[in-house]
């Protein structure tokens, strides 16, 4: 089992960067599919981004590719979201989650560990 904990949102003007945190708890972090979704109000929770066990390969949802970027650190057990040229279209809680998928997927079905999220406001 493991514990995730976001951070690093905020309030940010379009065009700006935010950059995301996710601590997890636990020494079995190098084992899991790392992801990030977000929810607008009004929404259903949308994938964000992906990352493999070693970090080698991502993928990423057509609205953020070329702006956003996942990264891991597995000594640090901790999970990365780099968020540049910021939209108001960004604006989201957003929300790590841990898995056991055997290929990254976009699906919410393919996680099994979340987080309680951490709010992104991108105001125009």
């Known amino acids: 089992q493991v514990q995730l904990v976001e951070s690093g949102g905020g309030l940010v003007q379009a065009g700006g960067s935010l950059r995301l945190s996710c601590a997890a708890s636990?020494?079995?972090?190098?084992?899991?599919?790392m992801a990030w979704f977000r929810q607008a109000p009004g929404k259903e929770r949308e994938f964000v981004a992906s990352?493999?066990?070693?970090?080698?390969?991502?993928d990423y949802a057509d609205s953020v590719k070329g702006r956003f970027t996942i990264s891991r650190d597995n000594a640090k057990n901790t999970v990365y979201l780099q968020m540049n040229s910021l939209k108001p279209d960004d604006t989201a809680v957003y929300y790590c989650?841990?898995?056991?998928?055997?290929?990254?997927?976009?699906?919410?079905?393919?996680?099994?560990?979340w987080g309680q999220g951490t709010q992104v406001t991108v105001s125009s």
């Open positions: 989650a841990a898995g056991h998928p055997q290929f990254l997927t976009r699906l919410l079905s393919g996680y099994d560990y």
């Open positions: 636990g020494r079995t972090f190098s084992t899991y599919v």
């Open positions: 990352i493999t066990r070693s970090g080698f390969t991502t």
